[in-house]
């Protein structure tokens, strides 16, 4: 098990230096980029870059624009000046000690940007999380039991018309019938809490953050849940129809001994080994629609605005943590099926 481990580890490191190469490949020959950006901004009279833009417009002389001096000055400033490869080489370096550096567009570390989002990621995912394996579990086991019956007919019907609903759109039937739009006012519609937050009580902080969290963890949700309720029933209908499940029912066993002593523990095992990386990766996980529609400040916004702006230390710092989380996520699924499953062992050699 420790050599795989270890084996599993060092090859993260090509694939994580390949991903980060292709990435700042193609972000090479983008046309538009941060410095360009900046300058068509200041000459359009757009938003200018804070204090970058302030020295930029300094710079600026009406229609002559910039001259060769003062445009390598601005290069040098975002560290354009130096070759390709040495630019990759120090970005690396630093990246393998954490420092992702400063945000172009926000003027401030990518760490500190990351940290703000953060809490809205982990709202709606680990929300997303709890409901997708809370719900979907009990209910994809009921739905084995009773195949074919009426309970098992409706309940796929109602999660297949939800999981055919895209979340986008599920959030904007939600806004309008329970938001305020066309119908009931009951739900709000921006931020994780209220304005005065600060000054409720312990448990009307807690009442208010869950009040703003019902739409858009509804609408991220509600995807997911045909997926999971399907994967869960198909797999203990697979192992129900097996040869010990008549051997265990022919010793005696009662239908609630055979189904979780027996068909349990093995018809989890695909279920549960998806379980570490969708639970990591639910806290870091944003949804741009999501987040647009309720006005939340989440990673999906985040990533979008920086694609956009040509901010680069957080397309590709954001990228590289998340790479990492991602391929860690993955190791420890497979270890997860040495852990449900006795039978599987990484240490045979056939």
Not at 31 to 36: A, F, K, M, Q, R
Not at 224 to 229: E, F, I, K, R
Request: glycine share 10%; net charge neutral; hydrophobic share 50%.
């Amino acid at each position: 098990m420790i050599f795989y481990i270890v084996k599993r580890m060092l090859l993260m490191i090509p694939t994580l230096f390949g991903v980060m190469l292709i990435t700042f490949v193609i972000t090479q020959f983008v046309p538009g980029g941060p410095v360009d950006k900046l300058i068509a901004e200041i000459e359009g009279h757009g938003r200018g870059g804070g204090e970058v833009g302030a020295s930029v417009s300094s710079m600026y002389r009406g229609s002559s624009g910039l001259d060769n001096e003062r445009l390598e000055k601005l290069q040098e400033l975002y560290g354009f000046d130096r070759p390709p490869v040495e630019r990759f080489l120090v970005m690396m370096k630093n990246y393998l000690l954490f420092d992702f550096g400063e945000s172009y567009y926000y003027h401030q570390s990518v760490v500190h940007l990351v940290i703000s989002r953060l809490p809205v990621s982990m709202s709606l995912g680990l929300w997303s999380f709890i409901i997708v394996y809370g719900v979907c579990i009990p209910l994809g086991i009921r739905k084995a039991v009773q195949d074919g019956s009426r309970f098992d007919i409706f309940t796929s019907t109602i999660i297949l018309i939800g999981y055919a609903i895209p979340g986008f759109v599920l959030g904007i039937i939600l806004i309008v019938l329970f938001g305020g739009g066309s119908f009931w006012n009951v739900f709000p519609l921006r931020g994780l809490v209220s304005d005065n937050w600060g000054d409720l009580s312990l448990t009307m902080k807690v009442l208010d953050y869950l009040w703003h969290m019902v739409l858009p963890i509804t609408a991220s949700a509600v995807g997911s849940l045909a997926v999971m309720t399907m994967l869960t029933k198909n797999s203990f209908l697979e192992e129900i129809n097996k040869q010990y499940v008549l051997t265990a029912r022919a010793k005696g066993l009662t239908e609630k001994q055979v189904l979780y002593r027996h068909v349990f523990r093995n018809a989890i095992i695909p279920i549960i080994t998806g379980f570490p990386g969708y639970f990591i990766a639910s806290f870091f996980t944003g949804s741009l629609l999501i987040e647009t529609i309720f006005s939340l400040n989440g990673m999906g916004m985040l990533a979008y605005e920086s694609v956009m702006n040509r901010d680069y230390p957080v397309v590709l710092g954001t990228l590289y943590f998340f790479t990492v989380i991602g391929l860690i996520s993955r190791l420890l699924s497979d270890l997860s099926y040495v852990v449900v499953d006795p039978r599987i062992s990484f240490d045979r050699v056939e």
